[in-house]
C-alpha cells in the first residue's frame, strides 16, 4: 500500500522536478569524449589552440553518434559547460565556441544561415550563393575567435541531401578545417552521422567517432537502481524499486540511457503530483499510460511486455519474438 505524503505545491514540484532534469549523471562516456576532445589541443588554459595536424595544415573533428535517446546533446552541452575554456552559456567571444542545430530544410545553404544568424550577422537572403554564405561564415568565425563548431542533429544532412550536396556539404567542413584560422569540428546525431562520413572518406578519416552504446540490465541495472534511490532522496521519495521494474524502464527507453532517465523524472513528477511516500510501479504505470495513451493491458510496467516494430524480424536480445522478456 502506498502510503501519503504532505502534498507538495506545484512551485514546490517544478522546482524540484526542474532540478532534476537539470542534473548531469556522468558516466564513462564524459571520460572517453574528454579524452579525444583534448588530443585536439595543445597549450595550457587560455593559450590553448587547435592541435594542426598533417604538417600544420589542418586540424580534426569529432562524431558523437548514438541512437535517439541516448543523451548525445544532453552529454556535450553538459561537457562544454564544465570545459574552462567553451562555456556555451557566455558570449561567443568568451565561449571560443558556437552550436547550432540543422534546421528544416536541412540543406548546405540553410545550416550556413543558421550559423549567420548564430554569429550575429544581419538578415541575408536565403537567394544568397551558399559559397558566399560560407566564406561569410568562415570570415565571421575568424572574427570572433570561434575555434570550436559544434553540429548536431547532423543526421538530418545525410538523410536529405543529394548525394552531390553531401559529398559538398564534406568538403564545406573541411576547407573549416584547414588553413591558418581552421576550427574544430563537432558532429552528433544517430549513426547516420557515421554514414555521412563514410560518403568521403578523405574526410571522414579526419573524425574521431565517440559512439554511445545501448544500456541493458547486465551492465547498467544496478546504477540505474541507485540513481533512481539518489534522485527520490532529494526530493524526499522512498524509492522501492526492484529488478523487474528496472528491467522494464530498460525495455520502455529503448535500451538508450537519456529516455531512461526521462521516464525515471517523470515516473517521479507523477509520485509527487499523487502525494505518495514512495516512488513504485504504480507512478511508472501512470506516467507511461499518460506518455503513451495506452491501455493497461498495453502498459509496459504492468504487462512487462514491449512490442517490436513488425518491420525488425530480428527480436532484441534479451527478448522474444512477441516482445515479451526471455528468461
Known amino acids: 500500500m502506498v502510503k501519503s505524503m504532505r502534498v507538495k505545491s506545484p512551485a514546490e514540484i517544478e522546482t524540484a522536478i526542474e532540478k532534476l532534469s537539470n542534473n548531469h549523471v556522468v558516466t564513462d562516456r564524459e571520460e572517453q569524449l574528454q579524452l ?9 588554459g587560455k593559450l590553448a589552440t587547435p592541435r594542426l595536424f598533417s604538417n600544420g595544415l589542418e586540424t580534426r573533428g569529432i562524431a558523437v553518434v548514438g541512437d535517439p535517446g541516448s543523451g548525445k546533446t544532453e552529454l556535450i552541452s553538459k561537457f562544454f559547460e564544465r570545459h574552462p575554456l567553451f562555456d556555451l552559456r557566455t558570449g561567443i567571444e568568451i565561449a571560443r565556441c558556437i552550436h547550432v542545430t540543422v534546421p528544416n530544410p536541412a540543406t548546405i545553404k540553410s545550416v550556413g544561415l543558421e550559423l549567420l544568424k548564430a554569429l550575429g550577422y544581419p538578415e541575408i537572403s536565403d537567394r544568397r550563393e551558399r559559397w558566399a554564405i560560407w566564406d561569410i561564415v568562415k570570415y565571421r568565425l575568424h572574427s570572433f575567435g570561434v575555434q570550436v563548431l559544434w553540429i ?41 552521422v557515421a554514414d555521412l562520413l563514410a560518403v568521403d572518406r578523405q574526410v571522414g578519416r579526419r573524425f574521431s567517432q565517440v559512439h ?45 540511457f537519456g529516455l531512461a532517465i526521462e521516464i525515471s523524472i517523470g515516473a517521479i513528477e507523477m509520485a509527487l503530483r499523487s502525494g505518495h511516500s514512495s516512488l513504485t510501479k504504480r507512478d511508472f504505470v501512470e506516467y507511461w499510460s499518460m506518455q503513451e495513451g495506452c491501455s493497461l493491458e498495453g502498459n509496459i510496467f504492468w504487462t512487462n511486455r514491449i512490442v517490436e516494430p513488425e518491420s525488425d524480424p530480428q527480436p532484441k536480445a534479451g527478448r522474444t519474438r512477441t516482445g515479451k522478456r526471455s528468461k
Open 36 to 44: 579525444v576532445f583534448e588530443r585536439l589541443f595543445v597549450g595550457e
Open 212 to 256: 554511445l552504446p545501448p544500456i541493458s540490465f547486465t551492465s547498467d541495472g544496478e546504477s540505474l537502481s541507485h540513481l533512481l534511490s539518489t534522485y527520490c532522496e532529494r526530493v524526499g521519495l522512498i524509492a522501492e524499486v526492484d529488478d523487474d521494474l528496472i528491467q522494464s524502464l530498460i525495455f520502455a527507453a529503448h535500451d538508450q
Open 152 to 192: 548536431d542533429e547532423a543526421h538530418d544532412l545525410y538523410a536529405s541531401c543529394s548525394a552531390r550536396e553531401q559529398s559538398d556539404l564534406l568538403k564545406t567542413l573541411k576547407s573549416l578545417m584547414q588553413g591558418e584560422h581552421a576550427v574544430v569540428v563537432i558532429l552528433s546525431g544517430t549513426k547516420l
